[in-house]
């Protein structure tokens, strides 16, 4: 899998902490610390999905289309990552039992996994990973 999911994970998270504010992409790079032109890049496939907002302008900035509880991750692994967990496999001997078929079999595999994976990510939500950290931030034992 690419890092696209969990950047636009990030990006989704960090806007749910800013609700009813407009976050500029400068912020919200700072906070992925990803180049800006990738992050723009996720940013537009975001946008276009209707799960973020963008205004231009000297007030404009990114928001949220929903509300946190309501963006699940599978909506987010669809639109970046779909596809990126079935191995690539190189040609092979078609003279060779397994090798004729390899491929084949490992595609639909990986197929059926991944769709009991986008399963999993329908029942976790974006208000569930703020929580998450906001839990195991408040339990850090890291004291300076």
């Known amino acids: 899998m690419n890092s696209d999911f969990s950047i636009a994970v990030h990006c989704v998270a960090y806007l749910a902490e800013k609700q009813n504010q407009r976050v500029t992409s400068e912020d919200i790079s700072q906070s992925v610390s990803v180049h800006p032109v990738r992050l723009r890049k996720i940013l537009s496939i975001l946008r276009k999905e209707n799960i973020i907002a963008s205004k231009e302008g000297a007030k404009g900035g990114f928001s949220l289309n929903a509300q946190p509880e ?47 994976f986008l399963n999993y990510l329908k029942g976790v939500t974006v208000q569930d990973i703020i929580n998450e950290i906001h839990n195991n931030s408040s339990k850090s034992s890291f004291h300076a």
């Open 70 to 116: 309501q963006i699940t991750l599978d909506k987010i692994f669809r639109i970046t990552s779909e596809e990126t967990l079935v191995p690539k496999c190189p040609d092979s001997n078609d003279n060779c039992i397994i090798g004729k078929h390899l491929s084949d079999v490992l595609i639909r595999i990986f197929h059926n996994a991944e769709e009991h």
